[in-house]
């Protein structure tokens, strides 16, 4: 399934048919920019969610994101180029729209807290305290659906 806008295009599907082009964006950002240890950065879970990858107008993979059966949103990543041009938003958006269609109540992630505002913007709020994963700052951030 494609979803265009003028800038870029945003497929979903299963980790067969958008891992390897998730897997590079994800690594370009995780491991290599913010050192997330390689060897965590896939997990089983991937085999089992719902990717979303955009692209650019010539083709090449900008960003990425996944829904877990359990309604969480996670491992959101944009390519530097692809930074401030609105597909993190857009592929948000789309992961959101897939959990509500679903049928799930709510949307849940895990948000590096310097990513926090970018999450309040599209309606979730902070739950609890402020936590460690990959040597990160994270808060947990819900979006209830309507």
């Not at 979903?12 to 491991?31: H, N, Q, Y």
């Not at 857009?90 to 959101?96: G, K, S």
Request: hydrophobic fraction near 45%; proline fraction near 3%.
């Amino acid at each position: 399934m494609n979803h265009d806008t003028s800038n870029y295009t945003i497929r979903l599907g299963d980790w067969a048919t958008l891992g390897p082009d998730a897997s590079t964006i994800r690594f370009a950002v995780f491991v290599d920019e913010q050192k997330v240890p390689a060897e965590i950065e896939l997990d089983e879970m991937d085999a089992v969610c719902l990717h979303a990858v955009a692209y650019d107008a010539v083709g090449s993979a900008i960003g990425t994101g996944r829904l877990l059966p359990d309604g969480h949103i996670g491992r959101m990543a944009v390519r530097q180029p692809g930074r401030g041009s609105g597909v993190g938003g857009a592929i948000l958006q789309l992961l959101m729209a897939q959990a509500r269609e679903r049928g799930d109540a709510a949307v849940v992630l895990n948000a590096q807290s310097v990513a926090a505002p970018f999450y309040a913007r599209h309606g979730f709020v902070q739950q609890g305290e402020e936590f460690e994963e990959a040597g990160i700052a994270h808060i947990e951030m819900r979006l209830v659906i309507k």
